[in-house]
């Protein structure tokens, strides 16, 4: 149990690598309270890259869990064990945020966000290059 008030402390680790020319924002680590409701957000500069997605990395893990993911326009998907309060939101193509409700200490982790192509448009890419 932690006193009150009680801190949890969230990453939000984005690619800021430039990779193929895309830049990703990268945000400062935040650290809240419990029952708090923190946003994370995310931004890239490339339009062709439609899917974004968010992944959690826990405390002395190596696994990446996949939380939610989200396409430029339509509804994102959030995965089971998440759905409660959990929410992505996309602005748009290259904007997004993951909003989490009633923080709680198991929610203390690295937070990924990261960007692709759909799959028929990276299937479409690879046919026009052979």
């Known amino acids: ?3 009150i008030p009680c801190l949890l402390s969230i990453f939000l680790i984005v690619f800021s690598k430039t990779t193929d020319s895309v830049k990703f924002q990268q945000f400062p680590p ?3 309270n419990q029952t708090d409701k923190v946003k994370l957000q995310c931004s890239h ?3 062709s890259l439609t899917v974004m997605l968010w992944y959690r990395q826990e405390t002395a893990s190596t696994t990446l869990t996949l939380i939610s993911y989200g396409y430029s326009a ?3 998907t959030t995965e089971t ?3 409660d309060r959990f929410e992505m939101i996309r602005q748009n193509t290259t904007f997004g945020e993951l ?6 200490s198991s929610d203390s982790a690295v937070y990924f966000c990261a960007a692709s192509l759909h799959s028929a ?3 479409m890419t690879r046919s026009l290059k052979t």
């Not at 909003?99 to 709680?104: D, E, H, T």
């Open 1 to 3: 149990m932690c006193g």
């Open 30 to 32: 935040v650290i809240v």
């Open 45 to 47: 500069d490339d339009n």
């Open 74 to 76: 339509g509804t994102p």
């Open 81 to 83: 064990g998440f759905t």
């Open 99 to 104: 909003i989490i409700s009633n923080v709680k």
């Open 121 to 123: 448009q990276l299937r």
